[in-house]
């Protein structure tokens, strides 16, 4: 598949996403600040962005989502014989997922309020959403539209669990809704590499998992009240978890990218 087409949808979901949020931002119609985010050691900004560092880290997601977008549209990977490559649908669905994650973010981070806060989770949701659906697609050779309706379930139930006063593994119910799908998608996974017998580059695989490790070892260091925690200093340990996350996202477009039947 070699279809420039592919990289407008990523382009189009970085605009429209960037503009909106732009003007929501201006006008405040999220609302009040309400100190959604502030767990994450950086101190709230007078002014429209409360959260500079934590807000601006996620444009990582922007650039990764449209270089995925870019090198799908210019059939780089075709050689390798998997939906990512062959399918235009998928190619511009991932690619703007990925593209959406830095303006979700950035919306919790910017205006500090519960609407922001939603959107950010919501971003968590559709990664977890993508990673079980896109497993289920490969295993059971689902068409687009089946894997769009395990997709739409798996984000729906997501999202009710969010409004759910339930402690079940984590505090929050939405944290163990997302672990439980993310799951899933890595037991479907291994599924596909021994029973479907697909072949891959393993090592993306490896550093996709081991960045975020390593954003999740950073994330924790950098809570409040530790000893990193400068909530007014530039380097803000939430800000390079958003970039590793990035940057781990790309390791498993890798991954993706790299499948073929053995």
């Given amino acids: 598949m070699k279809n420039k087409t592919v990289f407008l949808f990523p382009l189009a979901t970085a605009v429209i996403t960037t503009a909106l949020l732009f003007l929501v931002i201006v006008n405040g119609w999220f609302g009040e600040p309400t100190g959604v985010g502030s767990v994450f050691c950086e101190a709230d900004r007078p002014g429209l962005i409360k959260q500079p560092v934590n807000t601006w880290s996620n444009l990582g997601f922007i650039f990764c989502g449209l270089y995925i977008g870019w090198i799908l549209s210019q059939g780089k990977y075709n050689h ?59 295993f059971f050779k689902l068409s687009p539209l089946y894997f769009s309706v395990i997709f739409i379930c798996v984000l729906s139930f997501c999202v009710w669990s ?57 994330w924790n260091l950098w809570q409040n009240e530790t000893s990193l925690c400068d909530p007014y200093s530039l380097i803000q340990g939430h800000g390079i978890w958003h970039l590793l996350n990035a940057i781990s996202l790309y390791f498993l477009f890798r991954y993706y990218v790299s499948e073929h039947a053995e």
């Fill in 80 to 138: 390798n014989k998997n939906s990512l490559t062959q399918k235009t649908f998928y190619a511009a669905f991932f690619s703007s997922l990925v593209v959406y994650l830095g303006p979700g973010s950035m919306a919790m981070h910017a205006t500090t309020t519960a609407v922001g806060g939603f959107l950010d989770m919501l971003s968590m949701y559709l990664i977890a959403s993508f990673l079980a659906s896109y497993a289920a697609e490969r």
């Fill in 162 to 218: 969010n409004f759910q006063n339930v402690h079940f593994i984590f505090d929050f119910f939405g944290n163990t809704v997302f672990a439980f799908f993310v799951g899933t998608g890595i037991v479907l996974e291994a599924l596909n590499i021994f029973v479907r017998k697909t072949q891959h580059e393993s090592k993306w695989a490896f550093l996709s998992f081991g960045a975020l490790l390593l954003a999740f070892f950073i």
